[in-house]
Nanobody, 124 residues
Framework: QVQLVESGGGLVQTGDSLTLSCKFS????????MGWFRQAPGKDREFVAA????????KYAESVKGRFTISRDNAKNTVYLQMNSLKPEDTAVYYC?????????????????WGQGMQVTVSS
């Protein structure tokens, strides 16, 4: 079983930065993927970023590429999503998730465990 606890959401203004954290615990494979997804009101949950643990490979949605960075602190068992130059369209509930195995999928249906989600609101 894997547990994910997210923190760092909140209300910011356009152009601000915010860092989301996802602390994970429990059993994991030697290779797995940590992903961030988001869901805006009235929209489907969408992929934001993924980090392949054990392969050090990252993927980003086109809408956040160059503005968001996914990273990991091994000692703290925590994955971060650094979000810069935030826009109102980044407003959503953000979720972290973990997928066991060596494929860093962008498909939410392929992730095995999810955090509870947290609100990020970017005011204009």
């Amino acid at each position: 079983q894997v547990q994910l606890v997210e923190s760092g959401g909140g209300l910011v203004q356009t152009g601000d930065s915010l860092t989301l954290s996802c602390k994970f615990s429990g059993r994991t494979f030697s290779t797995y993927t940590m992903g961030w997804f988001r869901q805006a009101p009235g929209k489907d949950r969408e992929f934001v970023a993924a980090l392949l643990i054990g392969g050090a490979r990252t993927k980003y949605a086109e809408s956040v590429k160059g503005r968001f960075t996914i990273s990991r602190d091994n000692a703290k068992n925590t994955v971060y999503l650094q979000m810069n130059s935030l826009k109102p369209e980044d407003t959503a509930v953000y979720y972290c998730a973990v997928r066991m195995g060596s494929y860093d999928s962008t498909q939410l249906g392929e992730y095995d465990y999810w955090g509870q989600g947290m609100q990020v609101t970017v005011s204009s």
